[in-house]
């Protein structure tokens, strides 16, 4: 889990501090304040890799000491590490190990990460395959590397564009799959009596898709005459359709649940291997939590997502919204002792504010509130005609 971040000369901000809470983290503020360079950041310093939306080359300060300094996990203690940008080298350096805040802290140690990127890919990293600290330092550094895409993805990450998801991911000059992706892995889940992990995602998807009654059936069958697979079938409010046909809500819901219980699979697999014990938590990174939603899912994502993981997984979720149906969501599952509020304003630069976080009831009110800061819910004419001076 991640536990604090603070960047300073670097990015939108001159300064950032951000303690975050254990459970739910979300983030609003206007765009171009930084929500997604907090996201970036935020992978970075669990995994050592830039996400590939920027080709993986990462954050480039215009500022003289910039620094990032952070609190999470190494084995099983809580440490602050920081990296200060190192010009000459055009590099963030090995981050430097400081004293324990909390030496053998009692919390979870190294947790699965999943940053669902704005761009439709998900990054994710697999502690266990990441070795050690030392090892995902070094890939800080870029040595060890053949060719760039060896060094956005060390051991342990992996970073697929939306068409990985589904068709699979391969490194270079590899013939055998990293991942199978989406369309083989389901559709093979689908025709095996008792997998459990279709049943997983099943019930996953039913309780992400609730509102619009999607359900996965035991069904495949053949949709292009020039692609060999089978692809597995979908029951929906205008009936059945195969996962190829799925609407750009459902495809990103897919995406993000088969690559949950994908990555689960895999860590229990490598973890028999190696001798290990599992990580029981998980830390999901979401920039904007409500892309290719409908206003019905947005007012249900948040919610929907600790329903369905938090019963199985240690569960912390860093997104950021621009939706106030989103914020409206939580109303209900709102606790200040394991969920926050970040918000963003402009001042001289971009500030970053912890927000009191209390129910508003109606949608519009969220819009007038320090989220969005829109006096109110309607278009920019009809507020022009109201603010006219009566006759």
């Known amino acids: 889990m991640l536990h604090y971040l603070h960047t300073k000369n670097v990015g939108p901000a001159d300064e950032l501090e951000m303690n975050l809470s254990p459970r739910l983290n ?8 930084g929500k997604t360079f907090l996201l970036d950041i935020a992978w970075w310093v669990l995994t050592g890799t830039w996400p590939i939306t920027g080709n993986g ?4 300060p215009d500022r003289h000491g910039a620094l990032i300094v952070w609190d999470a996990h190494v084995g099983h203690e809580l ?6 940008y190192h010009f000459p080298a055009a590099t963030w350096p090995n981050p430097e190990i400081h004293q324990p805040d909390r030496a053998n802290s009692p919390h979870n140690a190294e947790s699965i990460v999943l940053y669902q990127r704005v761009d439709g890919g998900i990054s994710v990293c697999d502690p266990l395959r990441a070795r050690s600290p030392t090892v995902i330092h070094a890939y800080r550094n870029g040595y060890q590397f053949m060719n760039d895409h060896d060094r956005a993805n060390p051991p342990g990450v992996l970073q697929f564009r939306e068409r990985d998801i589904w068709d699979g991911l391969f490194a270079p000059d590899k013939r055998v799959p990293t991942c199978e992706g989406l369309v083989h892995d389901v559709a093979n889940w689908a025709i095996h009596p008792g997998s459990m992990e279709f049943k997983h995602l099943s019930e996953v ?3 992400l898709a609730a509102n619009e009654r999607f359900r996965l059936e035991h069904k495949c069958k053949r949709v292009y005459p020039d692609d060999a697979r089978d692809y597995l079938l979908v029951s929906g409010p205008t009936g059945t359709f195969p996962i190829s046909h ?18 689960r699979r895999e860590h229990t697999i490598t973890a028999e291997l190696l001798m290990r014990s599992k990580s029981p938590s998980i830390l999901l ?3 904007e939590v409500e892309s290719h939603l409908h206003p019905k899912w947005q007012r249900a994502i948040l919610p929907n997502l600790l ?14 919204t621009h939706s106030p149906l989103v914020l409206a969501s939580i ?3 709102f606790d200040p002792d394991q969920d926050a509020w970040l918000d963003f304003d402009l001042e001289d630069r971009a500030v970053l504010h912890k927000r009191d976080y209390y129910p508003e009831g109606e949608i519009g009110n969220w819009l007038a509130s320090d989220a969005f800061n829109l006096a109110e819910p309607r278009s920019i004419e009809a507020k022009r005609l109201l603010l006219q001076p009566r006759p």
């Open 57 to 60: 080359k990462g954050v480039v």
């Open 307 to 320: 329903r369905a993981l938090a019963p199985d997984y240690q569960l912390q979720i860093l997104a950021t």
């Open 331 to 333: 109303e209900t599952t």
């Open 79 to 84: 440490v602050r590490q920081s990296s200060k």
């Open 26 to 33: 979300i983030i609003t503020g206007d765009n171009g304040l």
């Open 285 to 287: 990174i979401i920039d």
């Open 205 to 207: 998807i039913a309780k």
């Open 246 to 263: 799925a609407p750009a809500g459902l495809r990103r819901i897919l995406g993000l649940a088969y690559l949950i219980i994908w990555l």
